[in-house]
């Protein structure tokens, strides 16, 4: 990520073109020459024989390596001095920066024997400050889609290692690549504390190299949240930070950000500027992953032509030649995004074929400069254009996730339908400043039929249902957005009488005291794991306990009234409750067999208690059919 020692930040890189006022090549050309200046010093210490100095030469080639742009004489060089190195601590140092160098260099597959050499160097010496640097190597010799678990333990381990350090690098590595994870699992406390982190380090370091970072990564928040006012001045700022420093991916930072600001803000001429720069960067280096991001953004700019070409050209055989390195899920996403919307079906078939396994995981180049969607929004594009039915439930979970961790743009925009399948992508963005089309209702059905035969669902889509009680509350309910309904009179009114039968009886507590205290004592023992879990980067303990926690809370708050009261079981109140919240679960759940997307549209806008209520999220608008009179209820507040 970025090298305790001198080695670049792992940061992503993008096309670098000459800025208008040559910023840019000024960049290289100081990179350049630092990179010729350390391979004088080699030269001169071979010639010498002297190993150190060899040694201290090479270790300073890495940082002038750009990410993802061919290595050439770079781990040939380091390779020598690593061979001829007798200090353990100095083969540590070179076996670190030599994974490093065929990572950056995309041959990930060379370095995970120098990066365990060096973890077992490291261990062996027990020197921290080295242990740092091979714990960075080893995170980056494992920075594939499939190494997710291993990438978070390391990195969790090496956030501890570098917590009792002072050297600004080594912190800066362990906050970006806990960063990095945290992206890839959407855990936003994580993102934010790691942000926060950030900041505080540039502070104390009065760092310009940190301070560089820490503002990059805030303009990436701020652009995956949708705020680009705040993204701009991030953006300026970082381009100010970078001015004075010979940093290899500055450029690439810079243009990333770029890319995705003019991306969100529909800039057709800016897109078009980004589009060509990628394109050309990524054929002139080979990067695929660059080549890709250059389709999707020739298609925003509404050129498909070009953007086909590249997909093609990438896919090549199929997309299962995609090296499955740290932009896998990157790359294989942007050719799905292009394939969707051109209809390249056998892309389509192929994509989501690779991309299933990574459901749920967010989507971000190297070093998180910046977002990309999560996985389940791809999918859905591409199950959408070939019509299969779980498209539904892959939208409504990459929207759910989108609102987890704030991603508003990207909710915003896959809130609204796009080419219905089978249609060629042919618009461009909207132009800047001008108003945002409104959005299309959501036709659904729920509408009873003879014999109570419903028919549900979307059209072209619906299906007949039988008629079930859970059904007729959720009609009575859409028909009424926003006003609370007795569970008790709900019940008496959809079904013509009394839901409950019985006499108004008192059958006891739901809960007794002791059992309560129970519960409570557990959330108290689980809000301690999850902060350890949280600690650990453990996603799977998290979500374990995560999932009992709101099995417990669900308990309590069916036992318990206003105020922690206990409820009483018998209370006819309370027996309406439960029979209109079971009857309205069992009916969505019925509903979530034939269309993923309505049933979590309810489970997200219909409440239940003893008082229920139907709560239209306004960025679902939704046109219910009810069949009230042959009329259409709108729910849209």
């Given at each position: ?5 001198n ?13 208008a ?42 940082s ?32 670190a ?15 995970g ?26 995170l ?34 362990a ?43 805030r ?16 953006i300026?700022r ?28 529909g ?21 695929p ?69 990574y ?21 859905h ?46 618009s ?15 036709v ?10 419903w ?99 669900d ?31 069992a ?16 489970r ?7 008082a229920c ?25």
């Amino acid at each position: 990520m970025d090298g305790a020692r001198n080695d670049s930040a792992a940061t992503p890189r993008a096309a670098v073109p000459s800025s208008a006022d040559g910023t840019a090549a000024r960049g290289e050309d100081d990179v350049d020459v630092r990179r010729a200046s350390y391979v004088e010093a080699f030269t001169a210490a071979r010639t010498a024989g002297d190993v150190e100095a060899m040694a201290a030469a090479a270790l300073g080639l890495p940082s002038t390596q750009r990410f993802g742009s061919h290595p050439g004489q770079l781990p040939a060089l380091l390779h020598e001095a690593y061979a001829a190195a007798v200090a353990p601590s100095t083969r540590c140092r070179l076996a670190a920066a030599l994974a490093r160098t065929w990572v950056y260099g995309g041959d990930a597959g060379r370095a995970g024997g120098f990066a365990r050499d060096a973890e077992q160097l490291a261990t062996d010496l027990r020197d921290p400050v080295l242990l740092a640097d091979a714990l960075d190597a080893s995170l980056s010799a494992r920075w594939g889609p499939d190494d997710y678990r291993e990438r978070a333990r390391l990195a969790a381990r090496l956030e501890d290692v570098a917590a009792h350090q002072t050297d600004s690098g080594t912190r800066l590595s362990a906050h970006l690549w806990r960063l990095t994870v945290a992206w890839e699992a959407l855990d936003v406390i994580a993102v934010q504390r790691q942000l926060r982190a950030m900041d505080v380090l540039a502070t104390e370091a009065a760092a310009p190299r940190c301070a560089f970072f820490a503002m990059s990564r805030r303009a990436m928040h701020a652009l995956a949240t949708g705020n680009l006012t705040r993204a701009d001045d991030f953006i300026a700022r970082t381009r100010e930070l970078g001015a004075s420093l010979a940093e290899p991916d500055r450029e690439a930072v810079l243009h990333s950000l770029a890319a995705d600001r003019a991306l969100q803000a529909g800039d057709a001429e800016a897109l078009r500027h980004e589009a060509a720069a990628f394109e050309a960067y990524g054929t002139n280096e080979g990067i695929p992953s660059v080549t890709a991001e250059a389709a999707v953004l020739w298609l925003e700019a509404g050129e498909p032509d070009r953007a086909e070409r590249l997909a093609l050209q990438l896919a090549g055989p199929g997309l299962h030649t995609v090296a499955r390195d740290v932009d896998f899920l990157l790359t294989v996403g942007c050719l799905l995004q292009v394939a969707a919307a051109l209809r390249l079906d056998d892309l389509c078939e192929q994509g989501v074929t690779l991309l299933e396994p990574y459901a749920g995981r967010g989507v971000i180049n190297a070093g998180a400069v910046t977002f990309h969607g999560v996985v389940d929004d791809y999918l859905h594009q591409a199950c959408r254009r070939l019509g299969r039915p779980d498209a539904a439930r892959w939208r409504h979970s990459a929207l759910s996730a989108y609102r987890r961790v704030g991603a508003a743009w990207w909710a915003g925009r896959l809130a609204e339908p796009g080419p219905v399948a089978g249609d060629r992508y042919v618009s461009g963005p909207s132009k800047p400043g001008t108003a945002a089309p409104a959005r299309p209702f959501l036709v659904i059905h729920l509408e009873p039929g003879p014999a109570d035969v419903w028919t549900v669902g979307q059209p072209g889509a619906t299906v007949a249902m039988p008629g079930v009680k859970g059904l007729h509350y959720l009609r009575h309910l859409v028909e009424r957005p926003g006003q609370e309904v007795s569970a008790l009179v709900l019940s008496d009114t959809v079904t013509g009488h009394a839901g409950v039968s019985i006499g108004d009886s008192d059958a006891g507590e739901i809960l007794d005291a002791q059992a309560l205290a129970a519960y409570r004592r557990r959330l108290s023992e689980i809000d301690a794991e999850l902060a350890e879990a949280d600690a650990w980067a453990d996603p799977v303990r998290l979500e374990r306990a995560r999932l009992e926690r709101q099995a417990l809370l669900d308990e309590l708050a069916a036992a318990t009234g206003l105020g922690g009261r206990r409820r009483r079981a018998g209370s006819i109140r309370e027996r309406a409750r439960v029979a209109v919240r079971k009857a309205i679960v069992a009916a969505v759940d019925r509903i979530d067999r034939i269309d993923p997307e309505v049933a979590g549209l309810l489970r997200d806008t219909v409440h239940t208690g003893t008082a229920c209520r139907y709560d239209p999220d306004p960025g679902r608008p939704v046109r219910w059919v009810t069949g009230r009179g042959s009329t259409i209820t709108e729910s849209n507040s």
